[in-house]
């Protein structure tokens, strides 16, 4: 077989006249479902080529923000605007660029990889026939599924589908990649190896990554929001978000015994469990003496800061 040189400048063939730089502009989106609830209230936010975070709890509203950006479902007000295009007014010109990896597909065809991202890139107009040979190489290499590429899709590893899933979002040169809960089910390596796939290709489209792990976030996203009940509480830099907890944060130990009289006692931020004992957080921007002691927030810690402050 012919050997593909892995070059992101194979996926991005299409672009090659136009600008590398995109941006995808979202203003006062909100959605209400038929059944009176509502997703998403007044959603702002501004994207540009890298890794983008939206992270949010179960039920904030992720999916439902990326079905809307997919053109996969309508909305009530706002616009989205992706270079220059509105995607109501002009919804092909966003899905030209899209690639799209949801959180379920579904039932995979009794197909092999290759015969499906072949199928797959016709669907998303490669037409050219070597083109799509070369674009499904490269593919297949850049997500480690060369060895595999002629085995059942639907027989594949939870990790081997959800690189498969990558591949095929890739398909046709995306200048915009919507990634939904994409490490859910992933052990340790696969979710590593998924990561580095992602980091390699950030700098020449949008990726917008939504999920519930803040680590996902902390390890790729330069840049993020939280969303929770179907409202942004903050856009920025992660760090930006954890300098919100400078000099503000305690932590103590104490045993399993004492934790039901200090939840009564304090508003603790978080309680995690370590070597059998219980560390407990809060944020004050006293010292609150009784043994606590000043540790510095990671982006967990103000991650949960923030939505408790949301809830309030
Ligand atoms: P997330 O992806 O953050 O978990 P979703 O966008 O899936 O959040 O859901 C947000 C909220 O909207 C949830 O409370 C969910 O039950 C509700 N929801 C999602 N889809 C529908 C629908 N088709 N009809 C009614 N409610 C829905």
Redesign the pocket.
């Known amino acids: 077989m012919e050997a593909v040189a892995i070059t992101p400048d194979l996926i991005t063939d299409a672009n090659k006249h136009s600008s590398n730089e995109n941006q995808l502009k979202i203003s006062g989106l909100s959605k209400t ?3 009176g ?1 509502r ?2 209230n007044n959603v702002n936010l501004t994207l540009s080529n890298g890794m983008f975070g939206l992270l ?12 809307s950006l997919a053109t996969l ?1 309508t909305f009530d007000n706002g616009n989205i605007i992706f270079n220059g295009e509105d995607s109501q007014a002009n919804p092909d010109a966003i899905r030209k660029c899209l690639g799209y990896l949801p ?1 379920e597909f579904g039932v995979y065809p009794k197909m092999s990889a290759v015969q499906l991202l072949d199928y797959l890139a016709v669907l998303k107009g490669v037409t050219d026939k070597t083109i799509r040979k070369k674009q499904i190489d490269y593919l297949l290499a850049l997500t480690n599924l060369t060895a595999h590429k002629n085995k059942a899709v639907a027989n594949y590893s939870g990790g081997m589908k959800q690189r498969f899933g990558i591949a095929q979002a890739l398909l046709g040169s995306p200048k915009l990649l919507i990634i ?2 994409p490490t859910a089910g992933l052990d340790p390596a696969e979710r590593n190896s998924f990561h580095n796939i992602l980091s390699d290709i950030a700098e020449k489209m949008i990726i917008l990554l ?1 999920t ?1 792990i803040v680590e996902d976030i902390n390890n790729l996203c330069p840049k993020m929001a939280i ?1 929770n009940a ?1 409202e942004i509480c903050f856009q920025g830099e992660p760090q930006a978000l954890i300098n919100t907890l400078q000099s503000r944060l305690w932590r103590k130990t104490i045993s399993k015994n004492e934790l039901e009289q200090v939840q009564q006692q304090y508003e603790l931020l978080s309680v995690r469990l370590k070597n059998g004992c219980y560390q407990i957080r809060l944020v004050s921007d006293i010292n609150p003496g009784h043994g606590f002691t000043p540790v510095e927030a990671d982006l967990e810690d103000a991650y949960f800061h923030t939505l408790k402050q949301q809830q309030r």
Do not use: I
């Open positions: 479902y038929h059944n609830f997703a998403l949010g709890p179960n039920g904030a509203g992720k999916s439902s923000f990326m079905r479902q959180q939904d809960e939504s519930h969303l179907g």
